[in-house]
């Protein structure tokens, strides 16, 4: 039987309705049986439609020889979704006709001419994409407001920039003085960041995002240079550690903090451009703060992930804070509770034998793997399976991005977001499912004994490495323990 597909994204004045790419279809098949397949509100950027889902699965049943559309990117706009459709489509034997381009795939001709017009279609999406990019490293470059909430110590409000409608940080006089408390106490008085969020909860003070500090929301603001009068000795500071710095050596006068964006993990301060708003803390506090920071990171030890490697996996059931490893000079190791010690959990219990927690799950890890024991799994597989994870982490990593970038966008950018975040969803759930295809192969069989004499054998970096294959969380609660898988 023939197929009709119909997509329509919005009722538009200048758009085909459903009904008439129907009529159309139907006049192209003749006195042919057809069924129809419409998905009304939909966009052609990914194909997560529910009627196209339908129509995929009865060409896979067998039930549809040809599908009519009255326009190619009826199917897709976007080249590498239409290119697995049509190899689905030669796979099944379905022949593909589009009313509107005046060919179909059982030619030649036909299957160049489809590939030459979703290039073009590819092309436009992409053109798209890194318009918006350019337009949001443009406004930044300029000075422009690039969204988001204000940073705890200001307030968003109206201005305007070279005559043009934006938005700049106020000064919020009862936060500000927060913010100078935590630069004093710090980089003054010397406490650290875990006395200073203990103190601040102690004070009933509640950040913007969750109400509760700690170490890490302190270690933004005292890390921000949004907060810095930036002079002189700041722009060569933030030259130094490799920010790159939108004005010029004389804009920095001593008066105004800086915008941040465009960071990465290697490239912390990323992008600075200096902001219309009034700064907090002095340049010589600011600067101090920045070097004792860096000092302590320096002859740091690795950090408390170095104790154990169960490290980062365990979390307090009472207030959900993770849990750091304090060792003793007996050779004890104990996992606390980072709320307790930030004065946020309330449980009467906090803390556990290191050592006990990793019999426990040293215990179900090797049962896990024995289960394993057997199991085939081909090396070309096991590339697979690893190009897979990274396809759906760097999904989610750009869907963060794409989330934070949201708010107060322009209307087109914002309409253009949207219908990216939809596609990277579509991304991400295609490889989960073919990350099951491929877990379900058969292939060389898996060594658990190996595995077992590797895990005994290893260090922490590397235990720290299987344990996160197999254990998703650890709740403890005193001396009770609750482990989830993956």
């Avoid at 096991?382 to 991005?401: D, F, P, T």
């Avoid at 914002?414 to 099951?436: F, R, V």
């Avoid at 058969?442 to 005994?456: A, H, N, P, V």
Wanted: glycine content about 8%; aromatic content about 10%.
């Amino acid at each position: 039987m023939n197929a009709v597909y119909a997509r329509q994204s919005a009722d538009k004045r200048d758009s085909i309705s459903i009904e008439s790419q129907i009529d159309i279809c139907a006049r192209d098949i003749g006195d042919q049986p057809y069924r129809i397949y419409a998905d009304k509100g939909f966009s052609g950027k990914n194909t997560n439609r529910p009627q196209f889902k339908c129509l995929i699965e009865d060409i896979k049943s067998g039930e549809v020889s040809g599908v009519y559309v009255y326009k190619i990117d009826r199917i897709s706009r976007a080249i590498l979704d239409f290119g697995k459709i049509m190899e689905l489509f030669d796979k099944y034997s379905v022949e593909f006709v589009s009313h509107t381009e005046r060919f179909d795939t059982s030619t030649p001709m036909g299957k160049a001419m489809l590939n030459i017009i979703m290039v073009f279609a590819q092309l436009e999406r992409e053109t798209i994409q890194q318009r918006v990019t350019d337009n949001y490293y443009s406004r930044g470059e300029k000075g422009f407001y690039l969204g988001g909430y204000a940073p705890f110590g200001y307030t968003k409000t109206e201005c305007l920039k070279n005559g043009k409608k934006t938005y700049c940080y106020k000064k919020n006089e009862s936060e500000s003085v927060i913010i100078r408390e935590i630069y004093t106490a710090y980089g003054i008085a010397g406490k650290s960041m875990n006395l200073i969020a203990r103190e601040l909860n102690e004070r009933g003070i509640c950040t913007r995002r969750n109400g509760r500090w700690s170490q890490s929301s302190v270690s933004r603001i005292l890390r921000s240079p949004v907060y810095v009068r930036a002079d002189v000795e700041v722009y060569e500071y933030l030259n130094n550690v490799g920010a790159h710095i939108n004005n010029p050596i004389s804009d920095y006068t001593g008066e105004n903090g800086c915008y941040i964006y465009g960071s990465t993990k290697n490239k912390p301060f990323g992008y600075i451009t200096l902001g219309e708003h009034e700064g907090i803390i002095s340049p010589d506090l600011w600067l101090n703060v920045q070097r004792k920071i860096n000092v302590r990171q320096k002859h740091s030890n690795g950090g408390t992930g170095s104790l154990s490697w169960l490290q980062g996996l365990v979390k307090c059931c009472c207030c959900g804070y993770s849990s750091y490893v304090k060792s003793y000079s007996g050779g004890q190791r104990y996992f606390y509770c980072r709320g307790k010690r930030n004065g946020v959990c309330k449980a009467s219990r906090k803390m556990m034998r290191c050592d006990m927690l990793e019999a426990i799950a040293e215990n179900i890890i090797k049962d896990q793997i024995n289960l394993l024991d057997g199991i085939k799994i081909s090396e070309e597989a096991g590339i697979e399976i690893n190009s897979l994870k990274i396809r759906i982490s760097e999904a989610e990593a750009k869907i963060k991005r794409l989330v934070r970038l949201a708010e107060e966008l322009d209307e087109v950018s914002m309409e253009y977001i949207n219908e990216e975040l939809k596609a990277l969803d579509y991304e991400k759930t295609a490889a989960e499912d073919e990350l099951e295809t491929v877990l379900d192969r058969d292939g060389e069989s898996f060594d658990g004994q190996k595995m077992i004499r590797l895990f005994d054998e290893s260090g922490v970096e590397i235990k720290k490495r299987i344990v996160s294959v197999i254990i998703d969380i650890i709740h403890i609660d005193g001396n009770d323990v609750d482990i989830y898988l993956n």
